[in-house]
């Protein structure tokens, strides 16, 4: 089994629209690929709690058989049609992988 974690920070303000609109988006998008592909046991996307002391605003934790795939989730035609928009919103990504 394979952990994989990633944050995001985003732009106060970007594809003309706020960080709220932004991050709602990107919510959703995620949470669209929770079934892309066969493999995937747990995936959660989650956001920052308003009031409380967070250091990113978006978060995607998901645990997947192995990294083949993986390999697969971040190849998926559906995935990389994302990626733009993500980095045109993002200000930071942070990442971590790891083997359970």
Same mark, same amino acid.
């Given at each position: 089994?394979?952990?994989?974690?990633?944050?995001?920070?985003? /732009?106060?303000?970007?594809?003309?629209? +706020?960080? &709220?609109?932004? =991050?709602?988006?990107?919510?959703?998008?995620?949470?669209?690929? *929770?079934?892309?592909?066969?493999?995937?046991?747990?995936?959660?996307?989650?956001?920052?709690?308003?009031?409380?002391?967070?250091?990113?605003? /978006?978060?995607?934790?998901?645990?997947? +058989?192995? &990294?083949?795939? =993986?390999?697969?989730?971040?190849?998926?035609?559906?995935?990389? *049609?994302?990626?733009?928009?993500?980095?045109?919103?993002?200000?930071?990504?942070?990442?971590?992988?790891?083997?359970?």
């Amino acid at each position: 089994m394979l952990r994989h974690i990633v944050m995001w920070t985003l /732009l106060d303000h970007a594809e003309g629209a +706020d960080k &709220a609109n932004n =991050l709602n988006k990107a919510a959703d998008l995620l949470r669209s690929f *929770a079934n892309l592909v066969p493999g995937i046991r747990e995936f959660e996307v989650a956001t920052a709690q308003a009031g409380l002391d967070c250091t990113n605003d /978006l978060v995607l934790n998901m645990l997947v +058989d192995d &990294a083949q795939v =993986l390999a697969a989730y971040q190849n998926h035609p559906q995935h990389q *049609a994302v990626k733009p928009f993500m980095k045109s919103v993002v200000k930071e990504r942070r990442c971590m992988d790891y083997t359970l």
